[in-house]
């Protein structure tokens, strides 16, 4: 029969070493017979430890723990332990060294043990009071501080040390580089510790470009990644940095909108840093760095591309884009018209950093062409027998990506003649009939000369460029009213060389097919078409017939 209820106290004192193992045992067995019983297990750690605490049973024993404090004689309640644990997974608890006991409450009867498994805190205890940021301990550029966070107990009941605040001054702008936590994190703030700044985690650490200032971190435990089960998250961390000042001069500041553009002097260079964040002006992070210059003559402008930067040029509304027009030996180069220009500077592959912008600009050489003359309708005066210079492919100058690739000239002959014009340096000349439409071939093409046998009449000259996107020309010629001096017509000798090659035959045959421009050089007769007996004096001219 069983017994009335019975209550019993056994107390235990248990002693943990300071000098013990990490991971060290101490195991308490106990047989329970029928009653309600109360046991009481007190032990004294030294030290933080992390701790785990475990019964087991059997038999009809049911049994309930709770933890308690033992400050000074008074019982504190810390938590609820549960029916049983498992030990196999590592501390649970996190507790500050002092004196604890555990009560267990058993009923029924059958084999009782407990289990405290215990490790001590690595690193150094973080100097108190430093858990609101105006208690804020200061933290030594290029080394390191040890803290603990998460243990209670101590003396201190349930109170847990959740956060730690560090402070630290920057004298210049700089990258600020602090390892991940591990089962930690920290949190950076500017000086009114309120305004979070993040940064960005490559390789295991968080790097920060940020401006000089005064600066906060929150360390606060969000995980013990190595236990599960934990009651509450505590552990010991490192919080190390590294501080490497930016390089370079900073630009002038506010330049951060065209409004604001700073000068950039021709044929100079500036210096700027971009994306650092912080000296008390939280996130805003300068991400925009905006020059001007002012051309005086339509020119080359070139600058080289900044390590890890791009740039951006405007015209004068700021918001126009104009587009490089080339790009050679890492430097940008700009065909531009006389005008005031935008640049704005920012990185491609790095969130902070420091530039260098420097540029070179050369004048463009000969006289620009009157304008407008950009359409046939619109077309200047070619003077016979003289020249014309002109810029091609320039852009800007308030006119934004229109980048005035069409010149034309016009010229009228009173009568028939020879119409001869150097071909411009990297350019070639179209020339028109009296309708702007119909394109002439030339008739010889001899040391770098076009020349056209032309009847009296209206006709109109497009300069185009071949190799460059933009640059100046002279339009020259000269007018014979019969073959230029020292040139003698041969059937089939379109370049005047003296004799007719196969390739010249080849022409001579495309050109009687219709798959090649007639020229005078095959058309003898003058009727706009090659017939068969006028291909087979090209032909006779290749045998010297």
Not at 41 to 68: A, E, H, M, Q, R
Not at 174 to 192: C, E, M, R
Request: charge should be negative; charged fraction near 15%.
């Amino acid at each position: 029969m069983k017994s009335s209820i019975l209550s019993a106290l056994l107390l235990i004192n248990i002693l943990a070493s300071a000098a013990s193992a990490s991971g060290e045992s101490i195991p308490y067995n106990l047989y329970v017979y029928d009653a309600t019983v109360l046991v009481e297990t007190v032990f004294t750690i030294p030290d933080d430890s992390g701790v785990n605490i475990c019964s087991s049973f059997d038999g009809t024993l049911n049994v309930y723990n709770k933890l308690y404090e033992l400050p000074m004689g008074q019982e504190i309640f810390l938590g609820d332990l549960g029916t049983s644990g498992d030990c196999v997974y590592g501390p649970h608890w996190g507790l500050k060294g002092g004196s604890y006991v555990i009560k267990s409450t058993t009923e029924g009867h059958g084999n009782f043990a407990i289990q405290i498994d215990y490790s001590t805190a690595t690193g150094a205890q973080d100097p108190e009071p430093n858990d609101s940021a105006s208690q804020a301990q200061p933290l030594p550029l290029n080394e390191g501080v040890t803290g603990r966070l998460g243990y209670m107990g101590g003396g201190g009941g349930t109170f847990r040390d959740v956060a730690d605040w560090w402070k630290f001054t920057l004298p210049v702008d700089g990258t600020f580089s602090t390892p991940v936590i591990y089962g930690a994190k920290a949190q950076l703030y500017d000086s009114d510790a309120v305004t979070e700044l993040h940064g960005t985690i490559k390789d295991g650490s968080e790097f920060f470009g940020l401006k000089a200032g005064s600066y906060l971190i929150r360390v606060d435990s969000f995980a013990v990644p190595n236990f599960v089960n934990v009651a509450i998250p505590f552990g010991s961390y490192l919080l190390s940095n590294t501080f490497t000042p930016a390089t370079g001069v900073q630009d002038p500041e506010p330049n951060d909108t065209a409004g604001q553009a700073q000068s950039l002097p021709l044929n100079g260079n500036v210096t700027g840093r971009w994306g650092y964040q912080g000296g008390g002006g939280g996130t805003s992070n300068d991400t925009n760095d905006w020059w001007t210059f002012t051309l005086q003559e339509d020119g080359v402008f070139s600058t080289p591309i900044p390590s890890g930067f791009m740039i951006r040029l405007y015209d004068s509304d700021a918001v126009t884009e104009l587009e490089v027009s080339i790009v050679k030996d890492g430097h940008l180069t700009f065909g531009l018209k006389a005008g005031t220009y935008f640049i704005k500077v920012y990185s491609f592959s790095s969130p902070f950093g420091s530039y260098s912008l420097s540029n070179t600009f050369t004048p463009a050489t000969g006289a620009q062409d009157p304008e407008p003359n950009d359409a046939a309708g619109q077309a200047q005066p070619l003077p016979l027998n003289g020249n014309v210079a002109g810029r091609w492919g320039y852009r800007g100058g308030g006119g934004g990506t229109s980048n005035d690739t069409i010149d034309w000239w016009t010229f009228t002959l009173q009568e028939d003649g020879a119409f001869s014009t150097p071909i411009p340096y990297r350019f070639t000349v179209h020339l028109y009939a009296s309708d702007a439409v119909t394109e002439l071939q030339p008739d010889i093409v001899k040391d770098g000369y076009l020349t056209f046998e032309l009847k009296a009449g209206t006709y109109f000259i497009k300069p185009d460029s071949f190799s460059d996107p933009f640059g100046s020309y002279t339009l020259s010629n000269s007018l014979f009213y019969d073959l230029p001096p020292d040139v003698t017509m041969k059937y089939g000798d379109c370049d005047l060389d003296g004799g007719v090659s196969i390739a010249e035959v080849q022409t001579a045959i495309n050109m009687y097919l219709g798959m090649k421009q007639v020229a005078a050089c095959v058309d003898v007769d003058g009727n706009n078409s090659v017939s068969i007996d006028e291909v087979q004096k090209a032909i006779n001219g290749f045998l010297g017939l």
